[in-house]
């Protein structure tokens, strides 16, 4: 399974490395005013997720405590603990999506995808498309009028 | 060679633009360009062909209608299908009075001297050879309220930050925009992002901020990416940097982004989270024009409200506040969306009735059943039932008729609404995104979820069931009076506006 298989790539990676190049983007940004979020959001883009192990490694880098880097982390729904699996479906959930199906919509996602360990599926609320909803993101790109089809054409064009 | 334009918005990107556009770009004889929507986002993609009588529209184009348009001679502006005619003569937008979108969707929104061609940097240029205290005073007889939702006197606030004595001051540009229904700040980022820096660095140069941030939500990665090129492109050409337009003055702006927090968007929160923090809120005073980000003298704004700014210096405040109604002056960009047949951003005086949005502009629901609610002003604001929909629109107006303007946005909903479901999710909302601050919004809108729940599942008349709208009354009050912001204390205004107004999707309350 393909998330067995980054898990284990992660653990092969020797740390120091990928400390090493936590230190380097942290250092990269740590002269701007405020640099935290842009650091978090870094690392998530190179690695995939901030681990439990990149903290301290920022922490000591902005001289910050563990406990506020940490805080942050955990604080914003975007940052995550472990790496993301193959595929990502996110269904808005807010009111003007709602207006046209997003309930629906929202539970037959999670019912169509709960058996798929390499899929995941997020609820999030709006994506500023609430004109042309119900919305969804699948594998990061943006989709208006959502229908259950959709979803299905998309899986039929995921290798598994 | 025939120019066409595919818009590059996120929302007809949503609806398959760059499928179109790439099918279109294969076809010899045919430039095609990105432009920002038009604003009639139900008719995206809408395609436009460059022709003699102007730029011809057609409708919601998809790949495959390609081969045909071009049959049926879509490069010579025919008549055909989903041709809308010469956009600039549609209706829907002629009958507008566009200041802040002025020009979204007419060029690339990259394309400065596009931009200066269409009259940008006028405002700038006036504010720069005018005495601070007047640009000020410019603003001030705007009327121009904060379009981000409170409504404070954008001018008063900048005279604040102008005042206060300090060695750096700095000017933050609120996007987070996380209201459901909302989406103007995304379009203009996208289509016009020139007129947002002209209005940052106008409030820069007036107040003597060097430096700038626009804090835009996660969610918006194009608007994130066009905000930096647009960025990029204005100093190459001398509009930031360390000479502002020849000025002598410095402004460099940023953009920074958010992580996923409704709460960011919230003006404390959002500092909070541009200095590197959690998003908790904090207290107020001292407020963040005199101690804002790193505990200096902070313009904070929604876009729009900047966005209002150039044509304000360009062409005087007193035109601005010759628009409006009662105490709201100028124009607002209403946002319509969910259940609505012509969905899109329309930008009219304030005072337009809501009915006249819904059913004229907005043509009434999409599914074609009738209007149940109108939600109005964010995931904070009221559900107003379809008899109530003559009211105008104006800070003080909607608030006499118990709802609010809040960012302008309206999401409709047709008959089969289930309004304590929709109250059940106003709490659900507030739970996963308070900040964890305070204990009435953090707890009490979890218990909230469960008292719906409760009332939802006991039949009417059962025992104890007249308590359980006690209850809940009990925690709207105790969220209202006990909250440190209108996370949770406007929380209950949804839940209470659909217990008044639509009773029996409860089983019926106890009277
Ligand atoms: C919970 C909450 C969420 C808010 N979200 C936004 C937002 O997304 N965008 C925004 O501009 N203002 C938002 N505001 C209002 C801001 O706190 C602030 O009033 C505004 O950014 C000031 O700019 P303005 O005067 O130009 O409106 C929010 C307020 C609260 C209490
Ligand atoms: S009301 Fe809610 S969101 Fe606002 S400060 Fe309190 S806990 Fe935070
Ligand atoms: S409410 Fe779903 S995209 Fe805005």
Known sequence: MARAGRQQTEELTPRSARAESVREIAQGYARERGPLLEILHAVQAEHGCIAEEDVPEI?????????????????????????????QVQVCRA?????????????????????????????????????????????????????????????????? | MTTVWVPADSSARAVGADAVAAAL???????????GTRGMLWREPLVEVETDRGRVGYATVAPHDVPGLLEAGMLEGADHGSCIGVVDDEPWLTAQDRVSLARIGLAEPTDIHAYEAQGGWAGLRRALETDPADVVEEVVTSGLRGRGG???????????????????????????EGDSGTFADRILA??????????????????????????????????IARLRDAIAVAAEHGYLGDDVAGSGRSFRLQVR?????????????????????????????????????????????NLLSFAAIPMILADGGEAYAARGVGRSRGTQIFQLAGNIARG??????????????????????????????????????????????????????????????GHGGLVVFDDTVDMARMARFAME?????????CTPCRIGSTRGVETIDRITSTPAGAEGRDQLFVLLEDLCATMTTGSLCAMGGLTPVPVRSALTHFPEDFGGSPR
């Open chain 1, 95 to 160: 009111e003007a999506c709602q207006a046209v199906g997003a309930a629906e919509l929202w539970a037959a996602t999670e019912e169509r995808f709960a058996h798929r360990e390499d899929v995941e599926v997020r609820e999030v609320f709006c994506f500023g498309n609430c004109a042309l909803g119900p919305s969804a993101s699948i594998d990061g790109q943006l989709r208006g009028r959502v229908t259950i089809d959709d979803l299905a054409t998309a899986e039929s064009g995921w290798s598994r």
């Open chain 2, 257 to 301: 982004v958010g992580a996923g927090a409704y709460i960011c968007g919230e003006e404390t929160s959002m500092l909070e989270s541009l200095e590197g923090r959690r998003g908790e809120v904090r207290a107020k005073p001292p407020i963040p024009a005199l101690r804002g980000l790193w505990g200096s003298p902070t313009v904070v704004n």
């Open chain 2, 429 to 437: 909302f507030c739970s996963v995104e308070s900040c964890g601050k």
């Open chain 2, 190 to 223: 996208e289509a016009d992002p020139f007129t947002l820096l002209e209005g940052m660095t106008i409030a820069a140069v007036t107040v003597g901020a060097t430096e700038g941030y626009i804090y835009c939500r996660s969610e918006y990665p194009d608007a």
């Open chain 2, 25 to 35: 770009a294969e076809v010899e004889g045919v430039t095609v360009r990105r432009n």
């Open chain 2, 150 to 176: 409170a409504g404070f006197p954008t001018g008063v606030k900048w005279r604040t930050v102008l005042q206060a004595q300090a060695e750096q001051k700095f000017v933050a540009c609120n996007l987070d």
């Open chain 2, 344 to 405: 899109g951003v329309y930008e009219a005086p304030l005072g337009i009735t809501l009915r006249e949005l819904v059913e004229d502009v907005g043509g009434g629901t999409r599914t074609g059943r009738p209007v149940r609610a109108v939600q109005v002003g964010g995931p904070l604001g009221a559900y107003l039932p379809a008899d109530r929909l003559d009211v105008p629109m104006g800070y003080e107006e909607l608030a006499e008729a118990g709802g609010m303007l």
């Open chain 1, 59 to 87: 922490a000591d880098v902005l001289n910050l405590s563990v406990a506020e880097v940490h805080g942050t982390v955990s604080f914003y729904h975007d940052f995550r603990r472990t790496p993301a699996p193959d595929h």
